[in-house]
């Protein structure tokens, strides 16, 4: 159980100081500073880790969010511990604590609805339409505000799992479809729990890449056209290390199963994939340095 800090300032003009020296008192091993989201910190906790914090208003905004960071933890089998407040999700009393707050959340959530509804009754009975009156009247400023926020908000939730799918995009792009790096990254399991990831689709996967390269982040090329789909012996190479990246755990036998159910041809054009004919194409893929370390 490694002991993951977490320091966020609110502007470029704070520091993190105060916060890094009461983290690396309580033990942690490595302590990410942001000034946004903490989308780093999230993508590097891993199974029993504990991401902690200073205090709560470290980590969320609000206690919505807050819960929110918290569910996504635990769905990582990791931990969340707060060293100024009573929330430490490794012991029954800080679970407890965390069953209050949200218990009080699902009160504060149906009191504002509850509010909002006789606000609108109200509202309409005295003749005034709800909703931003400057969106009504089309004003550009505003909607550009919402939809830079909503690109933020994307941004940071592909982010936090671009460990997962970015290798394999730019493995395989743009010599594979697209559908073909979807089935791939389908068959991808997370490596500290060996459950499942989120499934992708062609359209899903194609929004978060252009958004990476439209930040900057990877190479437009990923977007280009995919090469045409004759039996290529360099283009099977790269599937099947594209592949053998996503899921390290494969053998040489569903490697060839995950091919077939993809209509992949072998190199003499054959329907049906051999264990001897994946692990030549693994070996040279090898020989090019085409597998991670962690692959091997």
Request: aromatic content about 4%; proline content about 4%; charged content about 30%.
């Amino acid at each position: 159980m490694a002991l993951i800090g977490y320091a966020r300032v609110s502007t470029e003009d704070q520091v993190t100081d105060a916060q890094t020296d009461v983290l690396k008192a309580a033990g942690c091993v490595e302590i990410f500073r942001e000034h946004m989201s903490g989308g780093k910190a999230l993508a590097r906790v891993r199974r029993g880790d504990v991401l902690v914090v200073a205090r709560l208003d470290r980590l969320a905004r609000s206690l919505s969010h807050l819960l929110a960071v918290i569910a996504e933890l635990d769905a990582k089998g990791a931990h969340f511990k707060s060293l100024a407040d009573p929330i430490d999700t490794t012991t029954p009393q800080g679970r407890f604590a965390l069953q209050v707050l949200g218990a009080v959340a699902e009160l504060e959530r149906a009191l504002i609805q509850e509010r909002t509804k006789d606000g609108l009754r109200a509202a309409k009975k005295r003749g005034r339409i709800g909703g931003n009156p400057k969106l009504r009247a089309g004003d550009r400023d505003a909607i550009q505000r919402i939809v830079d926020a909503k690109a933020v908000n994307y941004f940071e939730r592909v982010n936090r799992t671009a460990e997962h799918w970015l290798p394999v995009v730019r493995q395989m792009r743009p010599d594979h479809r697209w559908q073909d790096v979807v089935r791939v990254l389908n068959a991808k399991r997370d490596s500290s729990s060996g459950a499942p990831l989120p499934q992708w689709t062609v359209e899903r996967l194609k929004r978060a890449v252009k958004c990476f390269v439209a930040e900057g982040l990877i190479e437009p090329r990923l977007l280009h056209q995919a090469a045409s789909r004759k039996v290529s012996s360099e283009r099977l190479v790269t599937l099947v290390a594209g592949i053998k990246r996503a899921n390290p755990d494969l053998t040489l036998a569903q490697i060839g199963a995950q091919l077939e159910a993809m209509y992949e041809r072998t190199p003499r054009g054959g329907a049906r994939w051999a264990p001897s004919s994946v692990k030549s194409l693994l070996d040279r893929a090898e020989k090019l340095r085409l597998l991670g370390a962690e692959t091997l």
